[in-house]
């Protein structure tokens, strides 16, 4: 490659689509139990983790952010 040449960007590289965000919500129960769950909306996430701490059986829920 000559110097003062730009070089081409892949297609996929411009796609907005490609562009969010990954919440892995982690719920751990009285019997320490895990279960995960992946969203890509940090709100549904949220929501989801509260939704659970109101369970007697969920000792602990929290929320993320996954991925680089």
């Known amino acids: 490659m000559k110097s003062?040449?730009?070089?081409?960007k892949p297609a996929?590289?411009?796609?907005?689509r490609r562009r969010h965000r990954h919440y892995?919500?982690?719920v751990v129960y009285r019997d320490g139990?895990?279960?995960?769950?992946?969203?890509t909306d940090r709100v549904k996430a949220a929501n989801y983790a509260e939704r659970q701490k109101?369970?007697?059986v969920?000792?602990?829920?929290?929320?993320t952010e996954v991925g680089g």
């Open 4 to 8: 003062g040449e730009q070089r081409r």
């Open 12 to 16: 996929f590289s411009k796609d907005k």
């Open 24 to 26: 892995r919500v982690t």
């Open 33 to 39: 139990e895990k279960f995960a769950r992946v969203y």
């Open 54 to 56: 109101k369970s007697p």
């Open 58 to 63: 969920v000792k602990a829920a929290r929320v």
